[in-house]
């Protein structure tokens, strides 16, 4: 796969611990729109559709912990 960023892999690891984009948005003081481009270049570069499926690839891939 191709690497992430490490603004994407900040956002992923977020995505893991459930936080919307809004909450994603104030903790990494990013625009709402900024973190929804990055979800959609996680989601290509992993292969998924959604963020369930990119947080299980992602944990099974080594790039998040489970928890």
Known sequence: IEPLTDR???VLKLLA???SNKEIATELVISP???KKHTVNIYQKLE???RRQAVSKA???G???DR
Do not use: Y
């Open 59 to 61: 944990t099974a891939l």
């Open 48 to 50: 998924v559709k959604n």
């Open 17 to 19: 611990q459930r936080f």
């Open 8 to 10: 994407e892999l900040d």
């Open 63 to 65: 790039l998040v912990s």
């Open 33 to 35: 729109l900024t973190v």
